[in-house]
């Protein structure tokens, strides 16, 4: 990916790993699968932070650049962090929970709130979505990076870079 930065136009290789891409079989869609694991699952937080989720973006932006097409949905499969915590007994003779116990406690509080552990939301994404991020924080934190980057090549021992007149502007 090329950034334009200052300095002029700067190559960029992006990393990482995708859950997975796939078509909605009716509309041909593309799509993205993405994983969340979450304390509290919140319908509208997870529709509305969409539009803020970097990493979610992110993907659907390298899916475009791999692809040349922009996904248009995003499948989250949600899997709540369990809340129920192991006893630790309590007095002067109390004895810790057993893990056997733990665990039994665990499957019936997921037999009993199946649908609070495991949800999948299919949430439509805009291209003007994908291209706001692009230009409003993905290319900006990539300009900020090349710039930290290149200020500490030019002082690459690391004790020189805090002497006096050697600091890095862009390093915080």
């Known amino acids: 990916y090329e950034v334009q930065t200052p300095e002029g136009p700067r190559k960029v290789l992006f990393r990482g790993m995708r859950d997975g891409v796939y078509r909605v079989p009716k509309t041909g869609k593309l799509g993205i699968f993405e994983t969340k694991n979450k304390s509290k699952i919140d319908d509208a937080e997870i529709r509305d932070g969409l539009k803020a989720d970097?990493?979610?973006?992110?993907?659907?932006?390298?899916?475009?650049?791999?692809?040349?097409?922009?996904?248009?949905?995003?499948?989250?499969?949600?899997?709540?962090?369990?809340?129920?915590?192991?006893?630790?007994?309590?007095?002067?003779?109390?004895?810790?929970?057993?893990?056997?116990?733990?665990?039994?406690?665990?499957?019936?509080?997921?037999?009993?709130?199946?649908?609070?552990?495991?949800?999948?939301?299919?949430?439509?994404?805009?291209?003007?979505?994908?291209?706001?991020?692009?230009?409003?924080?993905?290319?900006?934190?990539?300009?900020?990076?090349?710039?930290?980057?290149?200020?500490?090549?030019k002082n690459p021992l690391y004790h020189e870079r805090w002497a006096e007149g050697n600091r890095s502007p862009y390093h915080f």
């Open 54 to 153: 970097m990493q979610t973006l992110f993907y659907s932006f390298v899916t475009f650049l791999e692809l040349g097409e922009m996904p248009e949905q995003v499948t989250y499969n949600i899997i709540r962090r369990c809340t129920v915590y192991k006893r630790k007994g309590r007095g002067k003779n109390a004895v810790p929970e057993t893990q056997e116990a733990y665990m039994k406690r665990v499957k019936q509080d997921i037999d009993k709130h199946n649908n609070q552990y495991y949800i999948r939301y299919a949430i439509d994404l805009l291209n003007s979505d994908i291209n706001y991020f692009v230009t409003r924080t993905l290319n900006p934190l990539l300009v900020a990076f090349i710039q930290w980057h290149d200020s500490l090549k």
